[in-house]
């Protein structure tokens, strides 16, 4: 089993006790800083997001609860264990109130301490847990959706999904408009080692330009006109789980250096701090761009591109998905509706330039127009009907049943003037029907 590393302060102006307790923490692979006064340790948590401080009580200049306080202030995430030489029950309950994890009386064994940061380590990432939840759960209602696909580059996708969300690399979903990017980057992260925290959303072309900072990073209270208290960014909010950024491509030029910089190491500060704060997170990035040829053109940085395409999944628009039209309309349909012959047969047939949104959205609103068979008249007026097979571009051969119909439509719209809604009364049809009908033999309005 991996052992759980920290980064930690030690303030104590004992510095024998001190350089003890630092080569012990350090020789056991943690990182640790050290001040030998309660200012100093102020000033350290101000530059850094410790996850543990360990504090001595009895320090020249500040008491051990004013010193407890303003680390509190500072970050309230940073949890604390307080030494002292002279324990008593009053100084525990009292720094217990303040929020302190744990009360240690010196001397102890360096185990002993250990093993209480590891215990204040768990506290502080439950806690991390349970904002992340509380942000993700506040941010969508949806429950996650099931991939569908059954022709070969739906396959190949599949396939790739396997084998790249083991890993921690970055990922890269390219495809139009409407296939299914989040989708897959719900199945990446569902299948990686972070599935048991939350996936985070943003989406870069939803937000203007100036908010997208302070989305991605957080911002501090007064760093700029409404920032009325401090705030995470998704980058904390998404700490030891996925985040996918979807529209990368419509990232401002100004903020990828520090995005570049996150990826590279973890590092990233709030707008308006000098803190640095240190996450982990996974990106899964999307585009209906063209990258490259945004690099070529100075739109996005070239570092950045190769960054996050490390690992590049390309989703197939619906038109090159032979077969799955259907199994998606059977899918979305869900029970209580049907497709009559005529329906199915011109929504298989369609091209989708807006892919599976769009597929989802003209059934959604079919199911407003029917009862339970929707036939091709609750469609939206693009499709065509298909079973007669009619072409008003082919010769009319005199006598055949196109031909027939055509000159009875013509002579009763002739008799009603020209005016529709009489005429679809008269051939006992609906108007939406008698414009489609006249379309197809090319009878001009």
């Avoid at 800083?33 to 997001?49: A, F, K, L, N, V």
């Avoid at 628009?317 to 009559?340: A, I, N, T």
């Avoid at 298989?348 to 008249?377: C, F, M, Y």
């Amino acid at each position: 089993m991996i052992k759980e590393t920290f980064e930690i302060l030690f303030v104590d102006d004992d510095s024998d006790f001190a350089a003890g307790c630092v080569r012990w923490f350090q020789k056991n692979g943690h990182q640790v800083t050290y001040t030998s006064s309660g200012q100093d340790g102020i000033s350290q948590c101000e530059r850094r997001d410790f996850d543990i401080a360990v504090l001595d009580w009895n320090l020249p200049g500040l008491s051990g609860l004013e010193l407890v306080q303003r680390m509190r202030d500072i970050n309230p995430e940073t949890e604390i264990i307080v030494l002292t030489g002279a324990g008593t029950i009053e100084n525990a309950v009292e720094s217990m109130r303040r929020g302190v994890f744990d009360f240690l009386s010196k001397p102890f064994p360096m185990l002993e301490l250990e093993r209480r940061c590891l215990g204040a380590l768990e506290r502080r990432k439950l806690r991390k847990e349970n904002t992340q939840l509380r942000e993700v759960i506040g941010r969508t209602k949806r429950p996650p959706a099931k991939m569908l696909g059954e022709c070969e580059p739906m396959q190949k996708v599949l396939r790739l999904i396997d084998r790249v969300a083991p890993t921690d690399n970055p990922v890269l979903i390219e495809g139009e408009s409407g296939t299914g990017k989040e989708l897959v980057a719900q199945a990446i992260h569902q299948a990686s080692s972070r599935a048991n925290r939350p996936m985070v959303t943003v989406n870069c072309a939803a937000l203007p330009e100036q908010l997208v900072e302070s989305e991605l990073f957080g911002h501090e209270k007064g760093s700029f006109t409404g920032a009325t208290s401090a705030k995470s960014g998704l980058f904390e909010v998404a700490d030891h789980s996925s985040l996918f950024i979807d529209e990368i491509g419509e990232l401002p030029l100004a903020l990828q250096p520090k995005l570049l910089r996150v990826l590279e190491d973890g590092s990233m500060r709030r707008v308006g701090s000098e803190k640095e704060r240190r996450v982990d997170v996974r990106i899964v990035a999307a585009t209906n761009r063209n990258l490259k040829q945004e690099v070529e053109e100075g739109r996005f940085r070239e570092d950045l591109y190769y960054r996050i395409n490390v690992l590049t999944l390309d989703l197939p628009p619906l038109r090159e998905r032979s077969g799955d039209v259907s199994l998606l309309l059977d899918h979305f349909l869900g029970e209580g509706y049907e497709l009559d012959e005529d329906a199915r047969s011109a929504l298989e047939s369609h091209n989708w330039p807006g892919n599976i949104r769009q597929l989802i959205n003209t059934i959604k609103r079919a199911q407003v127009l029917s009862d339970s068979l929707i036939t091709i008249e609750e469609l939206p007026d693009e499709f065509e009907p298909l079973p007669n097979n009619f072409d008003a571009e082919v010769p009319e051969s005199e006598g055949t049943l196109m031909t027939l119909q055509r000159q009875h439509i013509a002579e009763v719209l002739e008799k009603a003037n020209g005016n529709k809604s009489a005429a679809a009364r008269i051939l006992g049809v609906e108007r939406r029907k008698l414009y489609r009908m006249m379309k197809q033999h090319g009878i001009d309005s």
